[in-house]
């Protein structure tokens, strides 16, 4: 059967985690591939609220593998901490695997995130200070400590002396900072190494066996494809590697791009973001920036703020230039759309259809931060439907401006919408056509 992927077209928070774990029951595999626990999905269902920064969407399936790619770069005390949450919530984590080949974030990683946001200035990116983008860079850096490096206790200790050697040269001289012990840290990471050597494997063979075997696999991206190092908002983006789009979830996992047919792209309805860079569609004040980050008109538990952060996101109107562009760099099959009952309380509703930079008209976001700062929006306005759409269950029942405001953002993207998300819990989701093809 073909590995399907699940990707973010917008700035991240779309919704991924829920869309992971409402179609995880139609597969056996269910992979992240990228970012770190810089990157957050809540997902809501029977259980509770749940936060997940590391573990897969679909941990909620104990028949489902799980399964944290090489891709990934993996904080170990944070993802203890989320296996013992999901455990004492009566979440099962047996079938959880972390690969052998993922990179860590080590201590010096946060500190050096956090200082050079600090030195950065007016060039600060808006991190979330986890540590994550410093992990990335020393991966490509050549420097990094892998999984592997963790369960070998002798290669371990020789690699955290040298490297550490090098960062506290790194942390005095540039930082002016004081240096980290060897001791500590190998005390401590030497305690991590027992507790996460059960869920250890040689995932790259794992999930190439199942794709051998036929079996249904879901890639899991953590972050927006505007975040996308090479084709995101450069500089504002995230250093993950490999990248946050589509074509990254076969190597962020190991398996080969023939195996992937479908593209599922998850848009919110309207425009959200967290961190710094353009948005051309932002509401900077007033009424209508209110209702879209506080969920008026929406179900409960739709407030705008980041899982991993708190922050207030950044609120605007659907970006029709931005979602055409994403989903053509990802070949999005088809598209869910999340947070339509947030945009019931409106009277109208706007979609950005171009930009507006220098008297002229653009159909793409312009490549430099400073051409990019200054375009502006171009509308068409729709009608609202002013009513309360939580409890809708088929597309026909839902009121025809809403229906009419679908149709619109199928024609922009190019693709079929087949998932509408009317609330945050599982059930509150209108479904045509499930991501592996299926009707419904």
């Known amino acids: 059967m073909p590995a399907v992927v ?209 079996e249904m696999i879901l890639l899991e991206g953590a972050q927006g494809s505007l975040l996308d190092l090479d084709s995101g908002t450069y500089p504002y983006v995230t250093s993950s590697v490999p990248a946050s789009v589509a074509a990254g979830g076969a190597i962020g996992i190991g398996l080969g791009p023939t195996a992937i047919e479908r593209v599922v792209g998850v848009y919110k309805a309207y425009q959200t973001r967290v961190g710094n860079g353009c948005m051309p569609t932002e509401i900077l004040d007033g009424p209508d920036m209110e209702m879209l980050r506080e969920g008026v008109g929406g179900a409960a538990g739709t407030a705008e703020y980041g899982t991993t952060t708190g922050r207030a996101r950044r609120v605007g109107w659907f970006d029709g230039v931005l979602a055409r562009y994403t989903a053509r760099l990802n070949g999005v099959t088809s598209v869910a759309l999340t947070r339509l009952d947030s945009l019931s309380a409106f009277d109208s509703i706007k979609i950005c259809v171009a930009y507006e930079v220098d008297d002229k008209r653009v159909a793409t976001l312009p490549a430099t931060t400073r051409d990019a700062e200054r375009a502006r929006p171009i509308y068409e306005e729709l009608p609202g439907w002013k009513k309360d759409v939580t409890g809708v269950r088929a597309l026909g029942d839902l009121p025809t401006e809403a229906r009419q405001y679908i149709r619109r953002i199928e024609q922009i993207v190019g693709a079929p919408v087949d998932m509408i998300s009317v609330g945050p819990e599982r059930h509150q989701a209108i479904v045509t056509r499930d991501i592996f093809g299926a009707s419904i």
């Open 6 to 214: 699940v990707i973010g077209g917008q700035w991240g928070d779309e919704g991924k985690g829920r869309v992971v774990d409402f179609h995880s029951r139609y597969c056996s595999v269910i992979a992240r591939y990228s970012a770190g626990n810089n990157a957050g999905h809540t997902v809501i269902n029977e259980r509770g609220k749940f936060a997940l920064h590391l573990v897969p969407a679909g941990i909620f399936a104990a028949d489902k593998t799980c399964v944290i790619g090489n891709g990934v770069v993996i904080d170990p005390e944070k993802l203890l901490t989320e296996i013992g949450m999901l455990s004492e919530r009566g979440v099962s984590t047996a079938k959880l695997l972390i690969s052998q080949h993922a990179h860590m974030i080590m201590p010096w990683h946060r500190i050096i995130d956090k200082a050079d946001e600090a030195m950065r200035g007016a060039l600060a990116i808006g991190t979330t200070g986890t540590g994550t983008g410093p992990a990335f860079h020393d991966k490509v850096g050549r420097l990094g400590i892998r999984v592997a490096d963790l369960m070998d206790a002798e290669s371990f200790a020789y690699k955290l002396k040298h490297t550490l050697e090098y960062k506290n040269r790194v942390l005095a001289g540039m930082y002016g900072l004081d240096p980290l012990n060897y001791e500590d840290i190998l005390e401590e990471y030497t305690e991590y190494a027992e507790k996460l050597r059960p869920f250890v494997a040689d995932t790259m063979s794992f999930v190439q066996e199942a794709d051998a075997r036929g």
